[in-house]
């Protein structure tokens, strides 16, 4: 097998297991930008167990219920608020010639009426979420002028933080700034509820297609007209009928249950956290503020990498992924652990050509022992990723509900650290006339502890780390990088060397200690709630979560709540007492005393607006 075709990110899987005689489409398997030969191999050993299929249009009639990636990063955005930008994706792009700026407006707008994602706003109905799509409207392209690089620079940075609202906006905003006749700069900025690392190269295709048509047309017409002079195939399919399709599955216990079964047994007694040694404590509250280092690895290590891949049947990520797994263990000091690897979850042939957030995460668990060789590891970690891939169509979101994990404030559930390995990108932005550089992001937000980036292009594989600086210094990730080169050099080159010599080389620096991850189970006794308010809460908790009427020390995270269920008691909360109750406070406010005192001081603050409003203060004319 030449498995050197197999690695590009574009190899496309559908039209390979058609081409078996036999065969039809094979509905769990497409592009991904994983390593291709594991996710092959799954797909090829599930061959025959997964029935074909498609995916109908929805009835736009009946509600749309949002997918479950949608659902969960709908809720990230609840609790961190709007200050949190770690849910954006800003790309700043320098167009240098001259623009044509009306064909700009009308090919953005275009891709807007082409992607109902897009166009797509949340609303919550008796505690689920539903997605509510917006007709296409013209597109008006904002033009300002900036005087040099640091105006620029302040209104990129402005521009790019401005905050969206997920009920109403429209996901993908854009704005072109000017500083010269020749010289632009055109900013995108995505909501990550509906854009995805697939989706650029969408982006960045269509966009190209329907620029050029427009600057060809003497006056531009309508979106479908112009997405028709740019040879664009109309939309067979939306994301809001994905969503619905996804959703039909989960409600179907039969769907997912072989998945879900290997899953409960892969993770049962899995640490919650990942206890790796910050320069300063975790606080109660999950910060978004990140930085990013990066390195490169030497050509003769991944020479090294490659052949010890060969040589033992797998893959040069295989390689990579438990050489960093060991790297957790050494500085962690944990050799059970849980690492999240991020796949394009673009099985469907359906959506291959879709602006969505589709990503998904699989949990590999990693169980390793100091005295096993580093081959053996190998072989297990091999293993493991075809299992996961095997599986890989569970959300994980709908992991995390059914297996009812914990969950915490101050840090993700099961997966703090993930691995994300991909090709470069292979279709920037390309339009007609003008000279386009992709421009790099300024500053940086995070939804992960750390994020592991290998980037495989002509220049070799670079790594990149993304990490919180509430957390972490930058200097620690600096040494972690090189501590990761050093492990990784030498289990390529003595794979039969113990893990325990191996986290030798990568040990972590010294005076630093592993934070604590807790393994206790959540104390069940306690002091009856008093007052009104805190019997209010023990009430909907009972209701909503099944559990024993709570104390008022229980944590709402360790007596069975999860992120949907904190949605559910902000809605609840809200109904009962008459105002509003966001879900970021369930979070910040987890132990029920604590909500209780959060939620007098609530409805204090209502009743003096109220109060205010009315003229029933002291001195007014009202009553109470």
Not at 429 to 458: I, K, N
Not at 479 to 503: D, I, M, N, V
Request: with cysteine.
């Amino acid at each position: 097998m030449n498995t050197g075709a197999l690695t590009d990110r574009h190899f496309n899987f559908r039209r390979f297991r058609t081409a078996i005689p036999g065969e039809g489409r094979f509905c769990m398997a497409d592009q991904q930008p994983d390593p291709a030969v594991d996710i092959l191999q799954a797909w090829l050993d599930r061959a025959g167990e997964a029935p074909a299929c498609t995916v109908p249009r929805a009835n736009r009639e009946r509600p749309l219920p949002a997918s479950h990636a949608q659902q969960g990063m709908w809720l990230a955005q609840q609790v961190a608020g709007d200050d949190d930008r770690s849910l954006t994706a800003p790309h700043a792009y320098r167009l240098t010639g001259p623009v044509n700026v009306d064909a700009l407006a009308a090919a953005l707008g275009a891709v807007l009426a082409r992607h109902e994602a897009l166009r797509t706003g949340f609303a919550v109905r008796q505690g689920e979420l539903f997605q509510v799509v917006a007709d296409p409207e013209p597109f008006r392209l904002v033009l300002e002028d900036v005087a040099g690089p640091a105006e620029l620079n302040a209104a990129l940075q402005e521009f790019s933080r401005l905050p969206f609202d997920l009920g109403r906006d429209p996901l993908l905003r854009a704005r072109l700034f000017r500083l010269g006749a020749q010289e632009h700069v055109l900013v995108a900025v995505f909501h990550h509820i509906a854009n995805d690392g697939w989706s650029m190269g969408v982006f960045h295709r269509e966009l190209a297609a329907l620029y050029d048509a427009a600057t060809e047309l003497p006056s531009v017409t309508d979106a479908k007209g112009l997405a028709d002079v740019a040879e664009l195939t109309e939309m067979a399919l939306q994301y809001p009928d994905f969503a619905v399709w996804q959703r039909s599955l989960a409600d179907d216990e039969a769907a997912y249950e072989k998945a879900l079964t290997y899953w409960r047994e892969v993770l049962a007694g899995a640490p919650d956290l990942l206890a790796l040694p910050t320069d300063r404590p975790r606080t109660a509250l999950r910060s978004s503020s990140g930085d990013r280092i990066g390195f490169t690895v030497p050509p003769t290590v991944s020479a090294a990498v490659a052949d010890l891949a060969t040589t033992r049947g797998t893959t040069p990520f295989a390689v990579q992924f438990a050489a960093f797994q060991t790297l957790l263990a050494a500085w962690s000091g944990q050799w059970d652990l849980v690492t999240g690897i991020t796949t394009a979850n673009r099985a469907l042939p359906e959506t291959e050509e879709l602006i969505g957030f589709f990503v998904n995460v699989l949990p590999i668990r990693g169980v390793l022992s100091p005295e096993e060789s580093f081959a053996d590891l190998l072989v297990r970690t091999g293993r493991s990723l075809v299992d996961a891939y095997k599986r890989d169509e569970v959300p994980f979101e709908l992991l995390l509900e059914r297996l009812e994990l914990p969950r915490a404030a101050g840090h993700n559930p099961l997966v703090q650290v993930t691995v994300a390995s991909h090709q470069e990108l292979t279709a920037p932005l390309s339009l007609s006339g003008l000279t386009v550089e992709h421009l790099p992001p300024r500053g940086l937000d995070v939804q992960e502890d750390l994020t592991f980036y290998l980037t495989s292009g002509a220049q070799g594989v670079r790594g990149d780390l993304a990490f919180r600086t509430d957390l972490f210094d930058r200097s620690t990730m600096e040494e972690l990088g090189r501590a990761y080169l050093r492990l990784l050099q030498k289990s390529a080159a003595q794979p039969e060397t113990a893990l325990r010599r191996l986290a030798e080389e990568a040990a972590v620096p010294a005076g630093r200690a592993a934070a604590e991850a807790s393994t206790d189970a959540p104390e069940t006794a306690g002091t009856a709630p008093r007052g009104v308010l805190e019997e209010l809460i023990a009430t909907v908790w009972s209701d909503l979560l099944g559990c024993d009427s709570p104390p008022r020390e229980a944590n709402f995270f360790q007596v069975g709540g999860t992120s949907l269920a904190a949605s559910r008691v902000a809605n609840r909360l809200s109904e009962e007492l008459g105002v509003r109750v966001p879900v970021r406070d369930v979070f910040r406010h987890s132990e029920l005393a604590a909500l209780a005192a959060h939620l007098t001081e609530l409805i204090r603050k209502a009743a003096g607006s109220q109060a205010a409003a009315t003229g029933s203060g002291p001195g007014g004319e009202g009553h109470a």
